[in-house]
């Protein structure tokens, strides 16, 4: 790349669908457009959940052909989950998907071989079940696993295909809970302890490390003229998003939101302790030596599964009957697992309500209402949480990512949180994807530049707290007592 600035083709995965971006990068100039966009069809096969990872991996073949010319390529996605290959480099069935039933009752398993406590002390991830330690502990036995020669994270088996060579990209590493987060390697210990082969995964990679160069066959493919450099990004997406939170200090907390809401701080070192660890907070790794202390929040999965319920209606009007509907009459715990699993959402946001003694909300205006009052309070929550535990005060709090698009949301999470929110942008894991790229070839700086770039070229909006938080305190009251 040279200061004239060139492309970048940053391939973005999410839970519902994929898309190649292409981001033009110049000194003081960052545009991204949408090549294409592919739907992402998790599959229930007879043996459970199956993402179907051939069908991504065409989509990002025809996105790279809709691109047209790039300097490089960067891979993203949600975290925890892998492919398996035998001797020969082929995958070994199809991936599992994190809300499989198949890691169900395995965690006690696993503490009763490593207690929860000296296992975050180890690793320092929040107790998820479905990280791929448990999925791991669950697949031990399997004719999958005893084949498998080696394990790579869906970015890295995406990468792999298009380049033929294996790495294991560290923030995404960061969320197998075998890695120590103090010195960024295996945990030796850990796997020794829990029967994990960490001969199974390839040599670590950090973020801007090469990653190859597409394949002749992929060139030949996707119209493209070699050689077209692979960069390892911040493969898991939060890791990216982070990467593009437009902060102008260190006095800030984020909130990435999508499907999930991850909620807490930028931090130098990870905390470790039992009080953390009990607030299940997790410290996963970000760009130059960063830890992502934060809080996974169920978030618009909680909305998006109601309005798969409800048969697709109309999105604006939803949102805007429910900033008509009474305030917190009734909220539920947006971090429960109880709402990991698909269907009936609706049925079972009331059941808790109903359970907790509250209202039960009964139109879709009302449920809508409850969700998002839910999100903003557990936004709050992680927020409050994260800055005692860390002892790290924060100013502002900046909301990137797909919940940009819900004024609401981002209204009432200014409001509950006593903060000004700055909402924006919108496809943050796919800049923070191109912007470590550019970084990689030498067109932007360090962290603090490429967030003063974003602050420049992207639309920010401010939303001002709102009447006090006392109505907020009340309603997680509220929600401790039931």
Not at 41 to 47: F, I, S
Not at 99 to 109: F, N
Not at 253 to 277: F, H, K, M, N, Q
Request: with cysteine; net charge neutral; hydrophobic share 45%.
């Amino acid at each position: 790349m040279s200061a004239a600035g060139k492309s970048c083709a940053a391939v973005d995965l999410g839970a519902s669908s994929g898309r190649v971006m292409v981001g033009r990068v110049g000194p003081d100039s960052l545009e991204l457009t949408e090549a294409h966009r592919f739907p992402n069809r998790p599959v229930r096969v007879p043996e459970g959940l199956r993402w179907d990872v051939l069908g991504l991996y065409a989509g990002v073949l025809d996105g790279l052909r809709a691109a047209g010319a790039v300097d490089s390529v960067g891979i993203d996605s949600w975290a925890v989950d892998y492919g398996l290959l035998d001797a020969d480099g082929a995958l070994l069935g199809n991936p599992v998907h994190y809300r499989d039933a198949r890691t169900e009752g395995v965690a006690e398993k696993v503490w009763a071989r490593m207690p929860a406590g000296e296992l975050y002390a180890a690793t320092g991830l929040q107790y998820a079940p479905f990280n791929t330690l448990y999925q791991l502990t669950a697949a031990r036995g399997t004719a999958q696993l005893s084949r498998a020669e080696r394990l790579l994270l869906i970015p890295d088996l995406l990468t792999y295909w298009l380049t033929g060579e294996q790495g294991t990209e560290l923030t995404n590493a960061s969320t197998t809970q075998l890695l120590d987060p103090r010195t960024r390697t295996w945990s030796p210990g850990v796997a020794r302890r829990l029967g994990i082969d960490l001969g199974l995964f390839a040599p670590l990679r950090r973020p801007g490390d090469p990653a190859g160069v597409l394949r002749p066959e992929v060139l030949e493919e996707t119209g493209l003229a070699g050689p077209v450099a692979v960069t390892a990004v911040g493969s898991h997406d939060t890791a990216s998003a982070v990467a593009a939170v437009p902060a102008t200090g260190e006095r800030f907390a984020y909130i990435c939101t999508g499907t999930w809401s991850l909620a807490g701080l930028e931090l130098d070192a990870p905390v470790l302790t039992e009080e953390s660890r009990a607030a299940n907070f997790t410290n996963e790794l970000g760009l130059d030596g960063t830890v992502r202390y934060l809080r996974n929040i169920m978030g618009l999965w909680l909305l998006q599964e109601c309005v798969r319920a409800w048969g697709e209606p109309d999105l604006g009007a939803l949102l805007r009957e429910a900033a008509e509907a009474p305030a917190l009459r009734s909220v539920v715990d947006a971090g429960d697992t109880a709402f990991l699993a698909p269907g009936r959402m609706p049925e079972r946001i009331a059941e808790a309500c109903r359970a907790s003694g509250q209202p039960v909300p009964l139109s879709p205006a009302e449920v809508t209402r409850c969700i998002l009052d839910s999100l903003a309070l557990a936004h709050r929550r992680a927020v409050e949480d994260a800055q005692r535990l860390a002892g790290h005060a924060v100013d502002v709090v900046h909301v990137v990512g797909g919940g940009t698009r819900n004024a609401l949301l981002c209204q009432l999470t200014a409001d509950a949180c006593g903060l000004p929110v700055v909402s924006g942008p919108t496809e943050a894991a796919a800049l923070g994807n191109v912007l470590v790229q550019a970084r990689a070839h030498k067109l932007v700086g360090d962290l603090a530049g490429m967030r003063r770039l974003l602050g420049r070229t992207q639309l920010l909006t401010r939303y001002e707290p709102r009447g006090g938080t006392r109505r907020w305190r009340a309603a997680q009251a509220r929600l401790a007592r039931g």
